[in-house]
C-alpha cells in the first residue's frame, strides 16, 4: 500500500445555552453527515489561527478558541489519516453558512448527540467534552 502522509486538521466544539452546532457536509468523506466545523491546516499555518480562519470561512463568525484534545483519524477504506487538534469555543455572533463547504447547521443537546449519524470521529470527542465538561 502507498505511504498516506497525515493531514493536519482542525475542529471547533461551538457551544451555546448548553447545545452544540453541528454543520451538515456537503461533501465526501462523510457527505451529508453531521459533523464539527473546521477544516485543513494550511502549510505554515498555526493550529490557533487555521481554526479562526475557518470558522470565519464556513460560519462567518469570529471566535476565542482554547485548545480541548489530539486525536487522529485514520480510515484506511478512505484513505484518510489526519491529525486533528479540537478546540472550544464560546458561540457569539450571527451565522451565515458558506454553502460550498455546509448544508446547514443546528444546534443539539448531549442527548441528541449519541443517536445522530456524525463524520469522522467527531462524536467520540463529543462525548470526551461532556464528560470532562462542567456543566
Same mark, same amino acid.
Given at each position: 500500500?502507498?505511504?498516506? /502522509?497525515p &493531514?493536519?486538521?482542525?475542529?471547533?466544539i461551538?457551544?451555546k #445555552? !448548553?447545545?452544540?452546532?453541528?454543520?451538515?457536509?456537503?461533501k #465526501?468523506?462523510?457527505?451529508?453527515?453531521w459533523c464539527l466545523?473546521?477544516? !485543513?491546516?494550511e502549510l505554515f499555518e498555526k493550529?490557533d489561527?487555521?481554526?479562526?480562519?475557518?470558522? &470565519?470561512?464556513?460560519l462567518n463568525?469570529s471566535?476565542?478558541?482554547k485548545?480541548?484534545?489530539?486525536?487522529?483519524?485514520?480510515?484506511?477504506n @478512505? &484513505?484518510? !489519516?489526519? #491529525?486533528?487538534?479540537f478546540?472550544v469555543?464560546k458561540l457569539e455572533?450571527?451565522?451565515?453558512?458558506n454553502? /460550498?463547504?455546509?448544508?446547514s447547521?443546528?444546534?443539539f443537546?448531549?442527548?441528541?448527540?449519541?443517536?445522530?449519524?456524525?463524520?469522522f470521529n !467527531?462524536?467520540?470527542?463529543? @462525548?470526551?467534552?461532556?464528560? #470532562?465538561?462542567k456543566?
Amino acid at each position: 500500500m502507498k505511504y498516506i /502522509n497525515p &493531514k493536519s486538521t482542525v475542529a471547533c466544539i461551538l457551544v451555546k #445555552n !448548553h447545545k452544540i452546532l453541528l454543520a451538515k457536509r456537503v461533501k #465526501n468523506p462523510f457527505k451529508n453527515y453531521w459533523c464539527l466545523p473546521g477544516g !485543513h491546516v494550511e502549510l505554515f499555518e498555526k493550529i490557533d489561527v487555521a481554526i479562526k480562519r475557518e470558522i &470565519k470561512e464556513e460560519l462567518n463568525i469570529s471566535i476565542k478558541p482554547k485548545f480541548f484534545t489530539f486525536d487522529q483519524e485514520i480510515y484506511k477504506n @478512505l &484513505k484518510w !489519516h489526519a #491529525n486533528v487538534f479540537f478546540f472550544v469555543s464560546k458561540l457569539e455572533g450571527d451565522i451565515k453558512i458558506n454553502k /460550498n463547504e455546509l448544508s446547514s447547521y443546528k444546534f443539539f443537546s448531549k442527548k441528541e448527540i449519541k443517536s445522530l449519524k456524525i463524520a469522522f470521529n !467527531h462524536k467520540k470527542i463529543l @462525548l470526551r467534552f461532556f464528560k #470532562n465538561a462542567k456543566h
